[in-house]
């Protein structure tokens, strides 16, 4: 299993409508989620920063990655939620959430 921390701005006027759409997620998101080896999913939110940690418990993290985004509704939910996010300029090149370094657990 590998853990995965990750970053992004919330734009100021969509803090309502992003928490409004987290609050019910597409039963059909929540599958497709699942089905590319993702739990222990979570959103934070703290003065317009967005903070996701999940892990992930395949074999090719690419490879569900892309499975992800062929998905319909995924690119739909996207199309829906994206605009109201900001990427970091620290972002790695190709990413839209800034990807985090681990630097401490616990079990």
């Known amino acids: 299993m590998q853990r995965y921390g990750m970053m ?4 100021p006027d969509a803090e309502e409508a992003y928490k409004l759409h ?9 599958k497709v ?29 690419a490879v569900d990655m892309a499975r992800m985004a062929a998905d319909p509704t995924t690119r739909e939910w996207w199309a829906l939620v994206g605009p109201m996010q900001q990427p970091l300029a620290s972002r790695a090149e190709g990413e839209w959430w800034a990807a985090m370094e681990e630097v401490f657990h616990q079990d």
Do not use: A, M, T
């Open 22 to 30: 987290h609050h019910s997620v597409w039963p059909e998101i929540l």
């Open 33 to 61: 989620i699942r089905e590319c080896n993702i739990s222990n999913y979570s959103i934070f939110i703290k003065d317009g920063i967005l903070f996701s940690y999940f892990e992930y418990h395949g074999q090719d993290f």
């Open 8 to 11: 992004i701005h919330l734009k």
